[in-house]
């Protein structure tokens, strides 16, 4: 069996930061774009939050191998 690569440990670790999301998918017996889009923006309200609370910021890029992503000047200078 083949190792995983990065790209398949990094969405393991998405997928386990949204079991709950994923749960209720489960649940949805008739899926539409209002629900699709309903879960669409879920998941990345999910993910801002997470990034906002991250004990090191950047810490799921680091650990997957990517480089974080820089900020750019103008937010940087508003923060």
Same mark, same amino acid.
């Given at each position: 069996?083949?190792?995983? $690569?990065?790209?398949?440990?990094? &969405?393991?670790? +998405?997928?386990?930061?949204? $079991? @709950?999301?994923?749960?209720? /998918?489960? @649940? +949805?017996?008739?899926?539409?774009? &209002? *629900?699709?889009?309903?879960?669409?923006?879920?998941?990345?309200?999910?993910?801002?939050?997470?990034?906002? $609370?991250?004990? /090191?910021?950047?810490?799921?890029? *680091?650990?997957?191998?990517?480089? *974080?992503?820089?900020? #750019? &000047? #103008? @937010?940087?200078? &508003? /923060?």
């Amino acid at each position: 069996m083949a190792q995983p $690569t990065r790209i398949d440990l990094l &969405e393991l670790d +998405i997928d386990l930061r949204l $079991t @709950d999301l994923w749960r209720e /998918a489960a @649940d +949805i017996s008739e899926w539409n774009l &209002e *629900v699709a889009s309903a879960f669409m923006r879920a998941a990345y309200g999910k993910g801002y939050c997470d990034a906002l $609370t991250e004990d /090191a910021p950047g810490s799921l890029c *680091v650990d997957h191998g990517y480089e *974080v992503p820089r900020r #750019r &000047e #103008r @937010d940087a200078a &508003e /923060a």
